[in-house]
């Protein structure tokens, strides 16, 4: 075997065991509210901050609004303004599914057939007017709330909330939201 071949070899088994040992999950699974009253989270929630999906980058007033159809599944409304206040609105119309119906907290949510994606609500505020939604992966989150704004106080809560699941803060960006006449 020549010289080329062996270092090549070497690599691949260095970086077999790195993803064999080093790649696999230790991390705790991500918390859910224990238990939702889908009625009560039924509605428009505007998007606060969150770590944002390619389709996200840019987004201004973005509201996520979800109904309840009669089988269950749950119709979903994302608009935004793309790239600024006055950008083109965005609309995207994903279902979701609840997959853990004794808490109503661990949803699927399928952009289009047969791809679903892991959607779950990680926080509840008891009076229902701030949520943070999470994927068990710890690759996107969204912080959102029934009104346009939180103050400073509540945000950083939230955000504290997110880190204490294992997402890095730094990674969460406030979504712009101004709503009404200029």
Request: one cysteine or more; proline letters at 7%; charged letters at 25%.
């Amino acid at each position: 075997m020549n010289q080329p071949s062996k270092i090549l070899r070497r690599l691949l088994v260095a970086l077999s065991a790195l993803c064999i040992f080093g790649c696999s999950s230790q991390r705790a699974p991500l918390h859910t509210v224990p238990k939702v009253d889908l009625e009560r989270f039924m509605g428009p929630w505007y998007v606060i901050a969150n770590i944002p999906t390619f389709i996200e980058k840019g987004a201004h007033n973005a509201v996520e609004s979800y109904r309840l159809n009669p089988d269950g599944s749950i119709a979903t409304t994302f608009t935004f303004r793309d790239g600024g206040f006055t950008g083109p609105e965005k609309r995207h119309e994903p279902v979701g599914f609840v997959t853990d119906t004794t808490s109503n907290a661990i949803w699927e949510m399928q952009f289009f057939w047969p791809i679903k994606s892991d959607y779950r609500i990680v926080y509840l505020s008891d009076d229902y007017g701030e949520t943070i939604i999470g994927r068990e992966a710890r690759d996107y989150v969204w912080i959102m709330a029934r009104q346009p704004k939180l103050s400073e106080e509540k945000l950083k809560m939230l955000i504290q909330r997110c880190v204490e699941e294992g997402y890095d803060a730094k990674k969460i960006e406030r979504v712009p939201q101004k709503w009404g006449t200029p």
